[in-house]
């Protein structure tokens, strides 16, 4: 009976198989729905039916090529599965009429039973959804085929627009189907042809759109969405960025006060906690009550204070000793209390970036915004002000006081070796990743500001 009822389940499970494949197909089918409502007015997914970033459009369309994946597996399992299972199954006719007894070759049509409708409903809906992306790449260019500014800048010579139009173009095409170039290397295709070339100026033409889209009664609708998507977009940046830097510092200062601070001050005892951590604490130490000392010499001395006799003189410098190594043994407490507090910190940071993918994309393209809309010589500041204040002349003396400092805070001992070993390699390879970037990236969207940054720093 035990093994019956385990193949009655096994069995089970198979034969749900089309059902449980087309569902899934279905649950992808109605995300990439949900994505068209929420962020492209019901239309499908692609960059000329929303006015986002073309990063914020990558992030779509790599869940788009997920869901129609899913789908596409989904309903090769849901056909083959059904052929299987439901290939031996005869189809059920009404014998109990007296018509299809005497007319047995007469095809009888049958009434959908309500499982089939559903079957039926889901594949029109699938169907329905994956229609709009059978030819999406004969259609258009993917988002990150696009170039990485359209900036009015940006300047490009006749060749390189030529060979850059023709790389899109080809890898925008499906594999299988390569375009007809002549001998020139120019695509043959008569509509791209005049689309590239066109019988009137392309400037008349978008002057003409430009006129119909501000004559369209939908015109103020479409300038009010982009406000509210900007306006959306400015908040969650900001409020990314207050969040990356108030969370962080909260977790530090909450976690020293109340967790690190109670386990560390009952670990270390008043009368076994060393005084020192490092040796360059018990320098200091020793010099100020060195220091102390010779301060009640001279004003002995030259009749400031009274004559202090030894006696004396030993009782005040053993008072002033044990407040410096209560003072020191307060600060070595507290710098351990810090690396523990500060790794909670840490951990709170990488939580918030983690958690925050979706709000990254969207202040990318809020920087992108911003930094495309600055003028060359703007850009050409910024960078010549970052450049000089972090890997400048005088950027060495700014490096030593933040490593001095980050030492102090952390209880670690202040290494001049390990301080001039960092001046002398990270500032040399910041300058050579800023230098390389200058070349690579702002070289091809901005030229102009390339050109200005140099007569600047020249």
């Not at 910041?430 to 007569?455: C, E, G, H, M, Q």
Request: aromatic share 10%; glycine share 2%; hydrophobic share 40%.
């Amino acid at each position: 009976m035990k093994l019956k009822s385990i193949l009655n389940t096994v069995n089970k499970w198979f034969s749900d198989t089309p059902e449980r494949a087309l569902d899934q197909a279905y649950k992808a089918a109605l995300m990439i729905k949900a994505i068209e409502d929420e962020h492209f007015n019901s239309q499908k997914i692609s960059l000329q039916y929303s006015d986002q970033s073309r990063s914020v459009i990558s992030y779509f369309e790599a869940d788009l090529n997920k869901y129609l994946k899913t789908i596409k597996v989904r309903l090769a399992e849901f056909k083959a599965c059904r052929s299987v299972f439901s290939g031996s199954e005869p189809p059920i006719i009404d014998t109990s009429s007296v018509e299809a007894i005497e007319k047995p070759a007469q095809y009888y049509p049958l009434e959908l039973n309500e499982q089939q409708a559903v079957i039926i409903d889901k594949l029109n809906f699938i169907d329905q959804i994956t229609s709009r992306y059978s030819e999406k790449k004969k259609a258009e260019p993917s988002a990150s085929l696009i170039p990485l500014s359209q900036n009015k800048d940006q300047v490009f010579s006749l060749q390189d627009q030529d060979n850059q139009a023709l790389t899109l173009i080809s890898e925008s095409q499906p594999s299988g189907q390569p375009e007809k170039l002549d001998g020139s290397g120019v695509v043959a295709n008569s509509k791209k042809m005049t689309e590239k070339t066109g019988i009137l100026p392309r400037s008349i033409v978008e002057t003409v759109n430009r006129i119909q889209r501000e004559l369209d009664p939908k015109a103020e609708e479409e300038v009010v969405s982009k406000f509210r998507k900007s306006k959306l977009k400015t908040v969650i940046s900001i409020r990314f960025i207050l969040t990356l830097i108030i969370v962080p510092i909260l977790t530090q200062q909450i976690t020293k006060t109340f967790l690190v601070s109670p386990i560390v001050d009952s670990f270390r005892s008043h009368d076994d906690a060393g005084v020192f951590l490092n040796i360059d604490m018990e320098e200091e130490a020793y010099f100020e009550l060195h220091k102390y000392e010779e301060k009640l010499r001279f004003e002995s001395l030259i009749g400031m204070a009274p004559e202090v006799s030894s006696e004396k003189m030993e009782e005040l410098v053993k008072h002033k000793a044990e407040e410096v190594a209560e003072e020191y043994r307060g600060r070595s407490a507290n710098a351990v209390k810090n690396i523990f507090a500060d790794l909670l910190s840490l951990a709170a940071f990488a939580l918030v970036i983690f958690k925050s993918k979706r709000d990254i994309i969207i202040f990318k393209s809020f920087v992108d915004d911003i930094v495309y809309g600055l003028s060359d010589s703007a850009k050409a500041f910024i960078i010549i002000l970052f450049t000089d204040m972090f890997v400048g002349f005088h950027s060495p003396h700014g490096w030593e006081v933040i490593l001095e400092s980050l030492s102090r805070h952390l209880g670690l001992p202040e290494s001049r070796n390990f301080i001039f070993l960092f001046i002398a390699t990270f500032p040399v390879i910041l300058d050579s990743v800023i230098k390389y970037w200058i070349f690579r990236y702002l070289n091809r969207i901005s030229p102009s500001a390339v050109a200005t940054y140099k007569n600047m720093n020249e």
